[in-house]
């Protein structure tokens, strides 16, 4: 089946720095999702991206669509505490329902 | 409240004892999912259905039943559970009008077996 690489796995940064993650695919996606897991708690949705290219902000958080369709870029510009958690990407097609999950970056931020 | 429930939240149980998790969500979507979470491989999707009698298989599907008689529910059933289903089980939703590919998240099952 479609697989997503996700990297890095994990990250530890100050209060205050921007981070960066990236998930790449061997195949297309017609929509990119990226999710912040809190402990103990299911995914909530952050971003979704529909077209190849667009660039989508929410808040202090940016996610990119790749022009290929095989990738997908979150950046998270001042991050404070509040930001821990993993962050998953997520590709769908056509099929709405079906969706593959990368697996996973660990953020922590130190203050 | 919209939320997706799911019961229990904990279980520890045995080889080959057949169990059910429940799966309940109050916001009529008609797509519904089972995911499975197990450390550095993030979520894999086990079934999906995306309407009442209209199932269909995930990534890893082996060892697992669902069933979709109501659009509310969506119950996940290990027939002969064995160790390797030891993981934390997350059922979510969503529609697909509005909010497409918002999935919403039920609080996660942790199934240990023994």
């Known amino acids: 089946g479609q697989q997503l690489n996700q990297s890095p796995q994990s990250m530890f940064i100050q209060e205050g720095e921007d981070v960066s993650m990236n998930c790449t695919s061997s195949?297309?996606?017609?929509?990119w999702l990226w999710y912040k897991q809190e402990p103990g708690e299911g995914p909530v949705l952050l971003i979704a991206?529909?077209?190849?290219?667009e660039l989508t902000s929410n808040g202090r958080l940016t996610a990119q669509f790749g022009i290929t369709r095989k990738d997908s870029f979150l950046n998270i510009s001042a991050s404070i505490p509040s930001d821990v958690g993993i962050y998953f990407c997520?590709?769908?097609?056509?099929?709405?329902?079906?969706?593959?999950f990368g697996d996973g970056t660990t953020l922590t931020v130190k203050p | 409240e919209a939320q997706v429930t799911q019961n229990p939240r904990y279980l520890i149980t045995v080889t080959g004892k057949k169990l059910t998790v429940t799966c309940s969500q109050n916001?009529?979507?008609?797509?519904m999912s089972w995911y499975r979470q197990d450390p550095g491989l993030g979520l894999r999707q086990i079934y999906y259905s995306m309407n009442v009698e209209v199932t269909d298989k995930g990534d890893v599907p082996e060892g697992y039943k669902v069933s979709r008689k109501e659009k509310r529910n969506f119950p996940l059933i290990l027939e002969s559970p064995s160790p390797n289903q030891t993981s934390l089980y997350f059922c979510?939703?969503?529609?697909?009008?509005?909010?497409?590919?918002?999935?919403?998240f039920g609080p996660g099952t942790r199934l240990t077996v023994l």
């Open positions: 916001m009529n979507h008609e797509y």
């Open positions: 195949s297309i996606f017609n929509t």
């Open positions: 997520a590709g769908r097609n056509t099929n709405a329902g079906k969706s593959t």
């Open positions: 991206l529909y077209k190849a290219g």
């Open positions: 979510a939703s969503s529609s697909p009008t509005g909010g497409l590919n918002e999935q919403f």
